[in-house]
């Protein structure tokens, strides 16, 4: 179960969306393209018949909408409006158009991220697309961070009458933080990982650890996937290891937990990185 709104979910993957096109925003950019036939190209039987028969003696920014329109031209007629609405002016609204034009052809993602308001790149979501780490893991870490997972908390929030108990720890009440991170369960998690990654003192929460992930060292650099596919691993198993707890009722260990972290991330790398940094890379992350 995912708390996202729609809209957020059809936002990109570095807006901390899943990819998925929003319908609205996309037909209307695939009708500006008829609008900029209509209003730059100005070429083919299809605009000459439209200008001769509907806009004879006005430029189309000037056309309103009428009874006797096609349902087609009407649309387009909408979304001219709303481009000129949202610009201000018929020039601001021209180079609107005109910026979405590449190398002579009309580019349709250009003007559906206009119309659905792209929103700010998210660091630690980009830093989620490593090829070390596996799209579940992005996933459930993505929601971990945006608080969007169905803990306890955002039940009770959402109006459900339930108990509120970790069921790793059996002792604090469950929410994003404690069940990641400040869970006497997650810690020693973190703790084994951390040593693993041959660092120290560290484990703040999940944003944090992947914004200083991405900073710590080159951005191509593999100990940095490394470290970020941990983070991601860990969030999933964790998150896995809580729902098992709860659903069938079975429990691992942290030393269970911890080796299937490390085995999966390990054999993750290994199968991605090339064979003159196998190796090297093998033997690093086979060290206790
Ligand atoms: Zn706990």
């Not at 070429?43 to 009874?67: E, R």
């Not at 601001?92 to 792209?118: C, E, P, V």
């Amino acid at each position: 179960m995912v708390f996202k709104s729609w809209r957020s979910i059809c936002t990109s993957w570095d807006e901390g969306g899943f990819d998925i096109r929003e319908l609205l925003s996309w037909n209307k950019a695939l009708v500006a393209k008829w609008l900029w036939i209509l209003i730059h190209k100005k070429t083919g039987l299809w605009f000459a018949w439209t200008q001769a028969y509907h806009f004879p003696t006005m430029v189309f920014w000037d056309l309103m909408s009428k009874d006797r329109h096609s349902e087609s031209l009407k649309s387009i007629i909408t979304v001219k409006n709303e481009i000129l609405q949202r610009t201000g002016s018929q020039i601001a609204a021209h180079q609107l158009l005109s910026s979405w034009i590449i190398h002579g052809k009309f580019k349709i993602d250009m003007a559906y991220n206009w119309f659905r308001t792209a929103q700010a790149f998210l660091p630690w979501a980009r830093a989620l697309k490593h090829q070390f780490i596996l799209p579940n893991h992005s996933l459930v870490t993505s929601l971990a961070i945006q608080q969007q997972l169905a803990t306890v908390d955002n039940l009770i929030g959402r109006g459900m009458i339930i108990p509120n108990r970790c069921i790793l720890c059996k002792n604090s009440m469950e929410n994003h933080s404690h069940l990641f991170f400040s869970c006497p369960f997650s810690h020693a998690v973190w703790t084994a990982l951390l040593q693993w990654l041959g660092l120290d003192g560290r484990g703040s929460d999940c944003k944090t650890e992947l914004l200083w992930s991405m900073q710590r060292s080159k951005r191509r650099h593999w100990k940095n996937g490394w470290y970020t596919s941990s983070i991601a691993a860990a969030c999933y198993y964790i998150w896995a290891e809580r729902n098992a707890r709860l659903f069938t009722g079975k429990e691992a260990e942290v030393e269970q937990l911890v080796f299937v972290i490390k085995s999966t991330v390990s054999t993750r790398i290994l199968g991605k990185i090339s064979p003159i940094h196998y190796a090297h890379m093998a033997s690093q992350l086979s060290r206790l």
